[in-house]
C-alpha cells in the first residue's frame, strides 16, 4: 500500500523568510496529493492540492511542487507570518480504476514562525 | 465546501463504556470517512462510512471495536465500543463533496474522547 514520508518533523523560520516542507510517496497510481494546516486545537483545514497532471501550483503566498518521476511533492511558503505557524500535513491518494482513493497522511510539519 | 458538525465536541468517559460519535453534514456528499488522531500524531483512516452498506475497514479496524452507520447522505455515526485509555483520540469525520473533484476531503471539527 502506498506510504507517505514528510520532512522535517519541526521546522522554524523567522517571519519573512521562505519554508519548504518535502514528502515522499511510493505507490505510483497516486495521482491526487493535498496539504492540509492544522492550528492547535482545530481541524486540518486543506490550504492546497496539486493532481498529477500538473508539475506545479500557486495561490498567493503558497505553492506546491509535484516530480512524478522522483515520486516526491513540496510545499512552499513566502514571506512567512506568525499566523503560518502551525502543523502542515501532505498527503496523497490514488483515485479511479476502482480505487476508493483514501487519502494516505504523512506524519506532519510543525512550523514556527518567529516574528 | 460543506458545513460539518460533530457532536460531542468532547467527551470523557469510563473504560469498558461505549460512545457514539455524530457527524452530520449541511449537503448531500458522496463519500464519509472516519479518522483517528492520537495525541501529537498524524491522522489515520479507521473506515469508510458506505451509504446503505456496511462500512469499509482498514487494517487494524474492526467492526466490532468500531461500529458505524450511513443511513443517508448527510449523516453518520461511529461507535467507539468497549473503550479503554489507548482510545483516548480526536476523531474526526470527513467528507468528499458531491459534484465536485471526487478525492478532495474537507474534516469536521473532530471530537476529543478521553478514557479514564
Known amino acids: 500500500g502506498e506510504n507517505v514520508e514528510q520532512h522535517p518533523s519541526t521546522l522554524s523560520v523567522q517571519e519573512g523568510d521562505s519554508a519548504v516542507i518535502k514528502c515522499t510517496y511510493s505507490d505510483s497510481a497516486s495521482n491526487y496529493f493535498p496539504w492540509y494546516k492544522q492550528e492547535l486545537g482545530k481541524r486540518p483545514q486543506l490550504i492546497i492540492d496539486i493532481r498529477s497532471n500538473v508539475g506545479e501550483k500557486k495561490d498567493q503566498r503558497i505553492a506546491v511542487t509535484l516530480n512524478k518521476t522522483a515520486k516526491h511533492f513540496s510545499l512552499h511558503i513566502t514571506e512567512t507570518q506568525p499566523e503560518d505557524s502551525a502543523v502542515y500535513f501532505c498527503a496523497a491518494s490514488a483515485w479511479g480504476g476502482g480505487s476508493q482513493g483514501n487519502l494516505i497522511f504523512g506524519k506532519g510539519t510543525k512550523l514556527s514562525v518567529k516574528p | 465546501s460543506a458545513v460539518i458538525s460533530q457532536k460531542p465536541s468532547r467527551d470523557i468517559c469510563q473504560r469498558g463504556t461505549s460512545l457514539t460519535i455524530q457527524c452530520q453534514v449541511d449537503s448531500q456528499v458522496t463519500m464519509m470517512f472516519w479518522y483517528r488522531q492520537q495525541p501529537g500524531q498524524s491522522l489515520t483512516l479507521i473506515a469508510t462510512?458506505?451509504?446503505?452498506?456496511?462500512?469499509?475497514?482498514e487494517s487494524g479496524f474492526v467492526i466490532d471495536k468500531f461500529p458505524i452507520s450511513r443511513p443517508n447522505l448527510t449523516f453518520s455515526t461511529l461507535t467507539v465500543s468497549n473503550m479503554s485509555p489507548e482510545d483516548s483520540s480526536i476523531y474526526l469525520c470527513s467528507v468528499e463533496a458531491l459534484g465536485r473533484g471526487t478525492d478532495t476531503q474537507y474534516f469536521g471539527p473532530g471530537t476529543r474522547l478521553t478514557v479514564l
Open positions: 462510512a458506505n451509504q446503505g452498506s456496511e462500512a469499509t475497514y
